[in-house]
């Protein structure tokens, strides 16, 4: 089959290389769709050890059955589907405890986990699944939108960590991928305001279809003073960090008011400064994130009632033979898509 295979950092070469056989207990899905995730991006640039020579990346993704390994019920070939792709191993007191998003032991389809290495991801014609993660489509969620099913369970995630957001204003940094689904998840729950904040005016165009009440680009507007004179100095009720860069994480505690809930979903710079004695005088909450345990079905659910409108983000579809191109064009800050979808002929 042919795969787009991660060789090092900036080399993306498509290339023959063998089809994967099914194991006990597994599906082989023909890859339909697969999205390009800010982490896929962020590995190919390199310095990420969840991406190694030799992978084949795609977490993303959606399908159509192919073959069934040994011992496989209730699942047929021809059928469309999604698939779970943290691989949690179900025995670890994480995933005893319900943190099957941090299990130690798990695998991540199109990642290089630790414990476990390297999985085959989906931008490849074929991808291997176990059947358990399998969640077949309704006929009308398309595989475009199943594909994006995965980074709205991370925003459906962050935002079900805080449980009051009728009526409350919010800012979100950054209007990404993950960024705007969470904005679409908190239009869902009722949030009064949803302040976006981005420096690309096309992100923040995107930012208002998907439920932002006012958008600040922080490039040319000062997102403080912003949320001074909206608030009456009081602060935001909620920030949403998509970002995770100093600016963002300090300016977060600048503009939340006293006794407020920042989440952390961000990773864009892991160590740096942060005024902590400010955080704790103003008796913040702070909720970090990571990933999802059963946020998938969940968010297949809700774009199969219309209530999230995930395709509205995918400003480019291309071949899966193009992909390389792609990823070099958004190393080098030169792709204007906000979500890229890779599709096989
Ligand atoms: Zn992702
Ligand atoms: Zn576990």
Redesign the pocket.
Known sequence: MKALVFEGPRNMQYKEVPTPEPGIGEVRIKVKAVSICGSDSGGYKGGSAMRTPGLIMGHEFSGVIDKLGPDVDGLVPGQRVGAVTNL?????????EGR?NV????AIIGTTMPKYGPYPGAMADYVIAPAKKIIPLPDHVSFNEAALAEPLSISLRATKHVKDIVGRTVLVYGAGPIGLLAMQCLRARDASRIIAVDVVDARLDMARECGATDIVNSKTQDVVKFVEEMTNAEGVDIVFDAVGAPETINNGVEIVRCGGTVVWIGLAVPVFEFDYKHAVCKEITFQCTYMYTAEMEEGIELIASGKMDVGKIITGTYPMSEGAKHFELIAKGESSDIKIILVND
């Open positions: 949690f191993c179900e025995n670890c007191r994480d995933c005893r099957q299990c130690v032991n798990r």
